[in-house]
Protein backbone atom coordinates (compact mmCIF):
# COMPACT_ATOMS: atom_id res chain seq x y z
CA UNK A 1 0.00 0.00 0.00
CA UNK A 2 1.51 3.12 -1.55
CA UNK A 3 0.21 6.67 -1.46
CA UNK A 4 1.23 8.32 -4.74
CA UNK A 5 -0.96 11.86 -5.52
CA UNK A 6 -3.10 11.14 -2.90
CA UNK A 7 -4.36 8.44 -4.00
CA UNK A 8 -3.55 4.66 -2.40
CA UNK A 9 -2.42 1.91 -4.24
CA UNK A 10 -3.03 -1.32 -3.21
CA UNK A 11 -0.02 -3.95 -4.88
CA UNK A 12 -1.04 -7.40 -6.21
CA UNK A 13 0.43 -9.97 -7.91
CA UNK A 14 -1.39 -12.42 -10.26
CA UNK A 15 -1.85 -16.36 -9.26
CA UNK A 16 0.95 -18.39 -8.48
CA UNK A 17 1.84 -20.15 -11.38
CA UNK A 18 2.17 -17.07 -13.75
CA UNK A 19 3.88 -15.39 -10.75
CA UNK A 20 6.88 -17.69 -11.02
CA UNK A 21 6.96 -17.85 -14.61
CA UNK A 22 6.58 -14.04 -15.23
CA UNK A 23 9.67 -13.29 -12.36
CA UNK A 24 12.28 -16.70 -13.67
CA UNK A 25 11.88 -14.89 -16.83
CA UNK A 26 12.39 -11.48 -15.57
CA UNK A 27 15.07 -11.89 -13.81
CA UNK A 28 17.48 -14.07 -15.98
CA UNK A 29 18.19 -11.21 -18.57
CA UNK A 30 20.33 -9.71 -15.00
CA UNK A 31 22.50 -13.06 -15.07
CA UNK A 32 22.89 -13.28 -18.41
CA UNK A 33 24.09 -9.41 -18.13
CA UNK A 34 26.18 -10.31 -15.32
CA UNK A 35 28.11 -13.51 -16.75
CA UNK A 36 28.83 -11.23 -19.90
CA UNK A 37 29.95 -8.65 -17.62
CA UNK A 38 32.33 -11.34 -16.20
CA UNK A 39 33.78 -12.53 -19.24
CA UNK A 40 34.73 -9.21 -20.44
CA UNK A 41 36.68 -6.39 -18.53
CA UNK A 42 34.90 -3.78 -20.04
CA UNK A 43 30.77 -3.06 -20.67
CA UNK A 44 29.57 -4.64 -23.52
CA UNK A 45 26.90 -3.25 -25.47
CA UNK A 46 25.18 -6.50 -25.12
CA UNK A 47 25.40 -6.73 -21.24
CA UNK A 48 24.08 -3.17 -21.40
CA UNK A 49 20.80 -4.56 -23.66
CA UNK A 50 20.01 -7.66 -21.05
CA UNK A 51 20.39 -5.20 -18.02
CA UNK A 52 17.89 -2.75 -20.09
CA UNK A 53 15.45 -6.04 -20.87
CA UNK A 54 15.80 -6.55 -17.08
CA UNK A 55 14.86 -3.17 -15.90
CA UNK A 56 12.01 -3.05 -17.97
CA UNK A 57 10.68 -6.40 -16.91
CA UNK A 58 10.87 -5.68 -13.62
CA UNK A 59 9.14 -2.08 -13.98
CA UNK A 60 6.08 -3.80 -15.89
CA UNK A 61 6.05 -6.89 -12.76
CA UNK A 62 5.94 -4.01 -10.18
CA UNK A 63 3.47 -2.08 -12.05
CA UNK A 64 -0.02 -4.24 -10.67
CA UNK A 65 -2.47 -2.72 -8.09
CA UNK A 66 -5.48 -1.44 -7.18
CA UNK A 67 -7.31 1.81 -6.86
CA UNK A 68 -10.65 2.56 -5.23
CA UNK A 69 -12.44 6.11 -6.90
CA UNK A 70 -13.67 7.35 -3.52
CA UNK A 71 -16.34 9.75 -5.73
CA UNK A 72 -16.87 6.87 -8.51
CA UNK A 73 -18.43 3.48 -8.44
CA UNK A 74 -14.91 1.88 -10.09
CA UNK A 75 -12.18 -0.02 -8.98
CA UNK A 76 -9.06 0.43 -11.21
CA UNK A 77 -6.92 -2.37 -11.79
CA UNK A 78 -3.56 -1.58 -12.77
CA UNK A 79 -1.56 -4.61 -14.56
CA UNK A 80 1.21 -5.56 -16.76
CA UNK A 81 0.33 -2.37 -19.17
CA UNK A 82 1.43 0.82 -17.74
CA UNK A 83 -1.12 3.40 -17.48
CA UNK A 84 -3.95 1.46 -18.76
CA UNK A 85 -6.20 0.70 -15.94
CA UNK A 86 -9.05 -1.77 -16.20
CA UNK A 87 -12.28 -0.18 -14.65
CA UNK A 88 -14.97 -2.66 -12.79
CA UNK A 89 -17.82 -1.20 -10.80
CA UNK A 90 -17.40 -1.98 -7.06
CA UNK A 91 -21.10 -2.58 -7.32
CA UNK A 92 -20.87 -5.55 -9.19
CA UNK A 93 -18.79 -7.48 -7.14
CA UNK A 94 -20.64 -10.18 -5.64
CA UNK A 95 -18.58 -11.72 -3.27
CA UNK A 96 -14.71 -11.47 -2.17
CA UNK A 97 -13.19 -14.94 -1.12
CA UNK A 98 -10.14 -14.15 1.62
CA UNK A 99 -7.83 -16.78 2.70
CA UNK A 100 -4.37 -16.45 3.97
CA UNK A 101 -2.13 -15.12 0.89
CA UNK A 102 -4.99 -14.74 -1.87
CA UNK A 103 -8.40 -12.53 -2.52
CA UNK A 104 -10.64 -14.30 -4.76
CA UNK A 105 -12.94 -11.24 -6.41
CA UNK A 106 -16.21 -12.41 -8.09
CA UNK A 107 -17.89 -10.16 -10.12
CA UNK A 108 -19.86 -9.45 -13.79
CA UNK A 109 -16.33 -9.12 -15.21
CA UNK A 110 -15.13 -12.34 -13.28
CA UNK A 111 -17.76 -14.72 -12.80
CA UNK A 112 -15.86 -17.69 -12.06
CA UNK A 113 -13.47 -15.49 -10.03
CA UNK A 114 -9.97 -13.67 -10.36
CA UNK A 115 -7.62 -14.61 -7.78
CA UNK A 116 -4.94 -12.06 -6.42
CA UNK A 117 -1.97 -12.55 -4.18
CA UNK A 118 -1.43 -9.99 -1.97
CA UNK A 119 0.93 -9.50 1.58
CA UNK A 120 -0.87 -9.04 4.90
CA UNK A 121 -1.12 -5.31 5.44
CA UNK A 122 -1.76 -4.65 2.10
CA UNK A 123 -4.69 -6.66 2.14
CA UNK A 124 -6.55 -5.43 5.24
CA UNK A 125 -6.19 -2.49 4.23
CA UNK A 126 -7.82 -2.65 0.62
CA UNK A 127 -10.07 -4.98 2.18
CA UNK A 128 -11.23 -2.00 4.49
CA UNK A 129 -11.03 0.75 2.24
CA UNK A 130 -13.86 -1.22 -0.43
CA UNK A 131 -16.04 -2.79 1.86
CA UNK A 132 -16.53 0.78 3.60
CA UNK A 133 -16.98 2.19 0.19
CA UNK A 134 -20.99 3.14 -0.44
CA UNK A 135 -20.82 1.21 -3.36
CA UNK A 136 -19.97 -2.11 -2.52
CA UNK A 137 -23.15 -4.27 -1.73
CA UNK A 138 -21.18 -7.51 -1.89
CA UNK A 139 -20.37 -10.12 0.61
CA UNK A 140 -16.96 -11.00 2.20
CA UNK A 141 -16.07 -14.68 3.31
CA UNK A 142 -13.24 -15.68 5.22
CA UNK A 143 -11.65 -18.93 3.71
CA UNK A 144 -9.39 -21.72 5.79
CA UNK A 145 -7.77 -19.93 9.35
CA UNK A 146 -8.30 -16.63 8.64
CA UNK A 147 -10.45 -15.60 11.47
CA UNK A 148 -7.99 -14.94 13.85
CA UNK A 149 -5.94 -12.53 11.25
CA UNK A 150 -9.02 -10.02 10.94
CA UNK A 151 -9.98 -10.42 14.29
CA UNK A 152 -6.73 -8.80 15.57
CA UNK A 153 -7.08 -6.11 12.92
CA UNK A 154 -10.94 -5.10 14.13
CA UNK A 155 -9.42 -5.07 17.57
CA UNK A 156 -6.91 -2.77 16.45
CA UNK A 157 -9.27 -0.20 14.77
CA UNK A 158 -12.04 -0.06 17.79
CA UNK A 159 -8.70 0.47 20.15
CA UNK A 160 -7.66 3.87 17.58
CA UNK A 161 -11.45 4.87 17.33
CA UNK A 162 -11.76 5.07 21.53
CA UNK A 163 -14.74 4.09 23.43
CA UNK A 164 -17.64 4.17 21.92
CA UNK A 165 -20.34 6.65 23.65
CA UNK A 166 -23.72 5.16 24.75
Do not use: C
Request: net charge positive.
Amino acid sequence: MIKVFGKLRYHWQPELSFFVIYWSLAFIPIFISMALLLENTKISKSSLSFFFVFIVLFGIGIHRYFVISDDKDELLVYSSIPGLPRKHPISGISRIDISKHTLKIFSKNWPNGKIFYMKKWTKKYFLDALVSNEYFMGEVELIGNVNDYFDIYKDEKDRKKGPKAL
